[in-house]
């Protein structure tokens, strides 16, 4: 009975592979033996609140690689030891809007108090040196550049719709930008700013995005908008540029990751990426021009390829929503990081695409 047996087992496995159905199941098994998405290399704890704001410091050769954290108040992370360095409160405990670099050698933070401090990090020091008064306190995150030798900060005005240009010398505004009423002009709370350069020492454009869903670009010597376009439904959260390839990305409420260009001095909207689930908190382009990355509502953050938009990995680490990413600046390329912080207080820290 058991040689008959063995003799029938031995027939059927000869048949299962030319058996449309068997190939269809081991077609099946194999599409789905793609290489799940990495966990994170370290999760960062310890953060007084909501993460809103990230921002890495790796490029000081004589100086510690450091990730700066806003929440309540700034974190410095130590990337070696994994620990934070203690606490930076010059906000008077108001909450953290962004963070950023100026020089490599200057922390800006943007506080709900108002005001932007200049922290001095020169030689491990991390102590105020300076601080601006801004118009008012909205969703828009300030942006410094330099035009010439002067260097200057975009901020949301008190006006609707307006953009304070302020002189860091002097530390007061300088002028507006702000829609005419002729045509179509941008409606609504400036969200986000942006500026794009024609070359490496003068800006003369700055890219804006508005409440009603709307970018367009500032020509600041002349204070008029040379291009607008309608990219969003809802209120655009975010926005990204590469200078680069001349091609920005926007995040909204709405369930699209929008892409433009800017050919010959005007946007132009590019083939979007549609959202299973709606609303982005925060969107990066990586230095190297290969991916940009998401953080949603949905706890999720998206990593897509930024030629094509191509859909890379879904990364599932935090239990609310992702507010901010930034990419580290490490000289060695397989060193560099991608951080993500979350209103569920933590701080995901990933190597992706690396080589």
Not at 185 to 191: D, L, N, R, S
């Amino acid at each position: 009975g058991c040689v008959k047996l063995a003799k029938i087992l031995s027939s059927i496995s000869s048949l299962l592979p030319h058996c449309r159905h068997y190939q269809g199941l081991s077609l099946c098994c194999k599409s789905n033996m793609s290489r799940p998405p990495p966990d994170p290399v370290f999760v960062l704890r310890g953060s007084d609140g909501a993460v809103n704001c990230l921002k890495f410091r790796c490029g000081e050769a004589d100086s510690p690689r450091l990730l700066f954290s806003g929440s309540g108040k700034i974190h410095p992370w130590n990337l070696q030891t994994k620990r934070s360095m203690g606490v930076l409160d010059g906000h008077m405990s108001q909450g953290i809007l962004s963070l950023g670099l100026w020089d490599n050698t200057v922390l800006h933070s943007q506080g709900r108090d108002g005001t932007v401090a200049l922290w001095d990090l020169h030689e491990g020091r991390m102590d105020v040196s300076d601080r601006i008064q801004v118009p008012a306190v909205g969703f828009c995150q300030v942006e410094m550049f330099k035009q010439g030798s002067n260097g200057l900060l975009a901020a949301a005005g008190v006006g609707k719709a307006e953009i304070a240009i302020i002189d860091l010398k002097i530390k007061k505004p300088v002028f507006s930008l702000q829609p005419t009423s002729e045509g179509s002009p941008p409606q609504g709370m400036v969200m986000a700013v942006k500026a794009c350069s024609v070359s490496d020492s003068e800006c003369l454009q700055l890219l804006a995005a508005y409440e009603d869903g709307s970018i367009a670009i500032w020509d600041i010597k002349q204070r008029q908008i040379v291009s607008h376009l309608q990219v969003h439904t809802e209120p655009i959260l975010c926005m990204d540029y590469d200078q680069g390839q001349g091609k920005g990305v926007t995040g909204s409420a709405d369930n699209r990751l929008a892409v433009w260009s800017v050919k010959d001095g005007q946007l132009v909207l590019k083939p979007a990426a549609e959202l299973s689930n709606p609303g982005l908190s925060c969107v990066k382009i990586r230095d190297d021009h290969r991916i940009v990355v998401t953080g949603g509502w949905d706890h999720m953050i998206r990593v897509y390829g930024w030629k094509k938009l191509k859909s890379l990995a879904v990364l599932n680490y935090h239990t609310d929503t992702v507010q901010c990413v930034d990419f580290s600046n490490h000289a060695n390329p397989e060193d560099r990081l991608l951080a993500a912080g979350s209103k569920d207080q933590r701080i995901s820290l990933w190597s992706i695409y690396n080589q």
